[in-house]
Nanobody
Framework: VQLVESGGGLVQAGGSLRLSCAGS????????IGWFRQAPGKEREGVSCISRRDSTTWVAASVKGRFTISMDNTKNTVYLQMNNLKPEDTAIYYC?????????????????????????WGPGAQVTVSS
């Protein structure tokens, strides 16, 4: 099983980036997958999640209205469209899943449970937003 993020980079405040998370090495098709981020000196936090079962999503309050998650099931790829980026969005962004939970529970993804529990993580993509 492999998850690989791409699309990170350096952007000015107010700009946009689209992250991709490409999955390979598995045949599961009923799971939720989340995006997380970790800023320097801070704990890793949940950003967004999408369910492959019915495409329902969850988005953290700090990015709601600016970030949009989507999925291309034919490519096993999840996207995170990030608009109106702010310096505080600077972080390493990760995708993660367990291939078991089909739903995006806000309680699970918004706290520390998912970060400690999910077994499959990508290596991360650096996003830097300059002011």
């Amino acid at each position: 099983v492999q998850l690989v993020e791409s699309g990170g980079g350096l952007v000015q405040a107010g700009g946009s980036l689209r992250l991709s998370c490409a999955g390979s090495g598995f045949t599961f098709d009923d799971y939720a997958i989340g995006w997380f981020r970790q800023a320097p000196g801070k704990e890793r936090e949940g950003v967004s999640c999408i369910s492959r079962r019915d495409s329902t999503t969850w988005v953290a309050a700090s990015v709601k209205g600016r970030f949009t998650i989507s999925m291309d099931n034919t490519k096993n790829t999840v996207y995170l469209q990030m608009n109106n980026l702010k310096p505080e969005d600077t972080a390493i962004y990760y995708c993660a899943t367990d291939f078991r939970r089909p739903w995006c529970s806000p309680h699970y993804y918004n706290g520390t449970v998912a970060v400690a529990d999910l077994p499959f993580w990508g290596p991360g993509a650096q996003v830097t937003v300059s002011s």
